[in-house]
């Protein structure tokens, strides 16, 4: 019998106990040993629940009880899951969390401390939820150099986007029914923004590569100047709109790591991303490209994650599963003005389309119903950011408004 | 230091010493033990390789040699890889395979002696090439019970049909082309009749519900019977014809296991898994749908997953990596004919369609480019195969020629 203990009972917390209780059998057949959740840490009280006698507010007596081997980490912000996770991690005490905020603001730190004590501290569920992806990159693709990853980590925007690209929604309207179904949060700033993929993005790169790269280093646009014109001249030129995390390691070492809405086109396996769903596109030197796919958020599937490194670290009370990564610096991060692609443009003005010609040569207009005769929307040849910038000046100089601009994955 | 070997030489077998040998730096890290291939079993001579001298004809060195401890089966076919590994395992040696026709042959009865002897036996290859499955079912979805898989296994026949479906090429050209691109082998049976799906959804199917699932008793479908009018249709309906592997346990423990054709509809993600990739979809009980994709074969991607596994056995040269089932009988296995499924049916004649409207009552007609006035195809409601059976039975009688039939997904 091994004992755990789960702080925080919100959604991800309740649905861990749900399941460590619900599929008991499986559970023990796998990890090998019964699991006992001994204390729930909230400071809410759960009178009516089966484990009401279990539930506690005091972090103290989880940290302080040797027989609690494995703690469990689903409270979500940095304080004071930070202070507690250490504080367990420092006790000799396995951490599993789905707090991808931590992970991405303090992974190295805690990691060093974990390797230190020689415990483990696993977070597959604060990445693509109930996804199997930290694991096997770190395992299955043991063989390779992964050099590039790519994808939908956001369910909330995926699904606002796929309500305005398939349903014609306007953003605030697609915004407001993901809220009314849940999928969407009353403050619905950290996924409508970035951030959340950000940080999901930064936790992939930083298992990859081998070096911690930070939230606050990384360029992130959200989806809420995403237009339905947008969407319409993306869908004429067979693109889908998609907000898309991206890391990727140059031959200098460097890593290049953004978050932004983009342009995927069809014959790209992202495209077909809809809804809550993430996707998850991995490169390795070996491998080529592989895909990982699913229901990125969500009470069970991200429970199903959790017990799933539970269960891990059960089997591994006494030796460390490798997962590691050094602290990193700004100088590992290439400047987002140097990154290349092709952009999506849109302009409209009297002169717009002489001034498209004479900053662009001949481009191949894309189309929307009920286009005015003075836009013009195109998609342009591969350039840094830089120059896309230093274009779009010059669009402006020649009497072009720039209604939108959106790179090209 | 770990010594390994490697037996047989082919495309594999030679991508796994090529990717040892040029990954050595990362594999190192993630082993933490350099890995030496110490011998390469093959019957025939590589004088130019640069390991010329590491080759052998005699597998008892292999076997006698007790500083190896982990041997790498890549020969493919059952006799005599049967022997080699079973008299490795007995051995006290960890076996990494990418075979197979042997693990779906033999899997049950090595995990035993693996068991047994405490060593390992793993074979993530032998499904999806280098696409990571087996360890994230195993260990990734632990917390669930796996009730269902289903997924595109064999490149091959995914790389005709895909040129059937997007190029409009008859069967016979495709193979022709697949052959030259060599993605066919020239005696393309096993992968054209299903046999090589088969003995992979057999694998998955064992693995998930923890009993051996024998190809034999698996219901196996091919393609060759797939024509570019059945394609045509089947587009009209936004649907994509691929050859699925499906292994299902219904509540009454049974497994429905089969490899068909079938028409997939463009809303679900196998639809958009073209030429050589494979995906395969696994739903557990708490994660839902999750979907793994990548390229199922090749030297590069295939060496990939067999490194890893080497990888995980150099890690867990001391203890036993839990992967196991039990055998398994006919009895654990639905009859076919249970099997429930809506079926796409091509029917001509004279009396054709009022033979369908007896039949069937009122259908949505299906269509393609040159459709004879005496020919109809439309997808039925969901009958047992049995039922189907009969049905089709009757359509003959009334008069109507059935052209084709083919499950829906």
């Keep these: ?3 755990i203990a789960v702080m925080g009972h919100g959604v991800v917390g309740s649905g861990v106990v749900e399941v460590i209780v619900g599929n008991r059998e499986n559970i023990t057949n796998h990890a090998k040993e019964d699991i006992n959740v001994k204390y729930i840490l909230d400071l809410r009280d759960f009178p009516d629940t089966l484990y009401a006698n279990k539930f506690i507010k005091d972090f103290n007596i989880i940290l302080n009880d040797p027989d609690v081997r494995i703690v469990v980490e689903t409270m979500g ?6 202070e507690y996770v250490k504080a367990c991690l420092q006790a000799g005490k396995s951490v599993v969390t789905s707090n991808k905020e931590l992970v991405a603001a303090k992974g190295a730190e805690l990691l060093a401390i974990a390797k230190e004590k020689n415990v483990n501290f696993l977070f597959e569920a604060s990445v693509g939820g109930g996804i199997p992806i930290l694991r096997p990159i770190s395992q299955c693709l043991a063989a390779n150099e992964v050099y590039d990853i790519a994808g939908i980590l956001n369910g909330t925007t995926n699904y606002i986007l796929t309500k305005m690209i398939h349903e014609h929604t306007p953003f605030d309207k697609a915004l407001e029914t993901a809220q009314k179904k849940g999928f969407a949060e009353r403050n619905p700033e950290a996924d409508i923004e970035g951030h959340d993929a950000c940080r999901k993005i930064c936790i992939l790169a930083s298992l990859s590569f081998g070096e911690h790269i930070y939230p606050e280093n990384v360029h992130t646009e959200g989806i809420s100047k995403i237009t339905s014109e947008d969407v319409d001249y ?11 995390g991206r890391a990727r390691r140059h031959n200098d070492s460097k890593v290049e790591a953004w978050v932004a809405p983009a342009l995927v086109p069809s014959t790209c396996q992202l495209s077909t991303v809809d809804g809550v769903f993430n996707g998850i596109i991995v490169w390795g030197n070996v491998i080529g490209e592989v895909m990982f796919y699913g229901k990125g958020a969500g009470k069970l599937p991200t429970a199903s994650a959790v017990v799933a490194d539970v269960i891990d670290c059960v089997k591994h009370l006494k030796s460390r599963k490798y997962l590691f990564w050094r602290d990193g610096s700004t100088s590992d991060i290439k400047d987002y003005s140097e990154s290349k692609t092709a952009m999506y443009v849109r302009v409209c003005g009297k002169n717009a389309k002489d001034a498209v010609k004479n900053v662009y040569g001949e481009v191949k207009p894309l189309h929307r119903e009920n286009q005015p005769d003075d836009e013009l929307a195109f998609v342009t040849d591969i350039f840094t950011i830089k120059d896309h910038e230093h274009k779009m000046e010059e669009l402006k100089t020649q009497g072009a408004r720039v209604l939108g601009s959106l790179r090209v994955f």
């Design 1 to 3: 019998m091994v004992e």
């Design 77 to 82: 912000g940095i304080h004071p899951a930070y």
């Design 234 to 244: 993306a869908a004429s030129g067979d693109y889908s709109i998609k907000l898309i």
